[in-house]
């Protein structure tokens, strides 16, 4: 089946800073990459996705990088705001719905 | 986006007794929705997949007779989890798909289990 391996587990950023996150997959019938935001508690919460035809997409200060050849994809934050501490996990879904998530990261951006 | 509502949000159980969580499409018909349980600081793992009208498609190392999912129709999903244990205390996060080309999952808000 699908693995999905996330890095770093946790990283801390100065405000104003910028935040990259990185994952991996192993299975190259997945096509479909989106990345969530999750606060204690509540649920994940859709950031950005990217599909496999595409090699990069922006929204705001979110940006997703897709690289088909390796199988990696990452998240890059710009100007990072307190807001935005979470955890947030990569997910690779084949079709349907079906993910396979990363173990996380935890993001903390200091004021 | 969709609507995924998950009910309830909270729930205490006694040891030994069975609980019911309902996912609901409120907004479009789910053909396939997906459950998943997250430990605390952990990820959301998939523990199965169910289609509406058929028997439910479970993860590997899941006991299905333990987690028991009924998909009888197109908005409604409900896993029961029969003769709940501590270990079984997890948050439950139910997901649906329109299956519709679009891959995109919608996500209930979560069932917090504790089981005393």
């Known amino acids: 089946g699908e693995n999905v391996e996330q890095h770093p587990s946790t990283l801390s950023v100065q405000e104003g800073d910028s935040a990259v996150i990185k994952c991996t997959y192993s299975?190259?019938?997945?096509?479909?990459f989106p990345w969530y935001k999750q606060e204690l508690g509540k649920r994940p919460q859709l950031i950005i996705d990217?599909?496999?035809?595409?090699g990069e997409k922006k929204d705001q200060r979110i940006a997703v990088t897709l690289n088909k050849t390796a199988k990696h994809f990452s998240l890059h934050i710009t100007e990072t705001q307190p807001e935005d501490s979470a955890v947030y996990f990569c997910a690779a879904s084949i079709g349907a719905g079906k993910s396979t998530f990363g173990d996380g990261t935890t993001l903390t951006v200091k004021p | 986006g969709a609507v995924v509502s998950q009910h309830p949000s909270w729930v205490i159980c006694k040891s030994g007794t069975s609980v019911k969580i309902e996912c609901r499409s409120l907004?479009?018909?789910?053909?396939?929705m997906f459950w998943y349980r997250q430990f605390p600081k952990q990820s959301l793992m998939l523990m199965a997949t169910s289609n509406e009208g058929s028997k439910a498609t479970y993860e590997q190392g899941v006991e299905k007779d333990k987690f028991l999912i009924n998909h009888a129709s197109l908005t409604l999903s409900t896993l029961t989890v029969t003769s709940a244990h501590p270990e079984d205390s997890s948050f439950y996060i139910c997901s649906a798909s329109s299956d519709k080309g679009n891959t995109e999952a919608f996500f209930g808000q979560g069932t917090r289990l504790t089981v005393v």
């Open positions: 990217i599909r496999s035809n595409v």
């Open positions: 907004d479009f018909q789910a053909t396939t």
């Open positions: 299975d190259s019938a997945s096509n479909y």
